[in-house]
C-alpha cells in the first residue's frame, strides 16, 4: 500500500522524537525525504525506503 504524502504534509512516525512529539513536517521530496519535528523544529533526512518503513500515517496534505 502506498502512502500519499507531499511537500508540506504532516505525517505521523512509528516512533516519538525524544522531545516527545511523533508529529512531523515534509519539507523536501526526493530520493531522499527530508522531515522537520513541529514540537522542537528539529530536521532529520532519511532515504525514501526507510522513511516509508518508519511512516505511520499522513495526517493532512
Same mark, same amino acid.
Given at each position: ?19 516527545? $512529539? ?20 528539529? $530536521? ?15 495526517? $493532512?496534505?
Amino acid at each position: 500500500m502506498m502512502k500519499e504524502y507531499k511537500l508540506g504534509s504532516i505525517v505521523m512516525m512509528r516512533k516519538e522524537h525524544p522531545c516527545g $512529539s511523533n508529529e512531523w513536517i515534509i519539507t523536501r521530496v526526493g530520493a531522499d525525504i527530508k522531515i522537520k519535528c513541529k514540537k522542537c523544529e528539529r $530536521s532529520i533526512m532519511l532515504t525514501r525506503i526507510e522513511f516509508n518503513k518508519k511512516l505511520k500515517k499522513v495526517i $493532512s496534505e
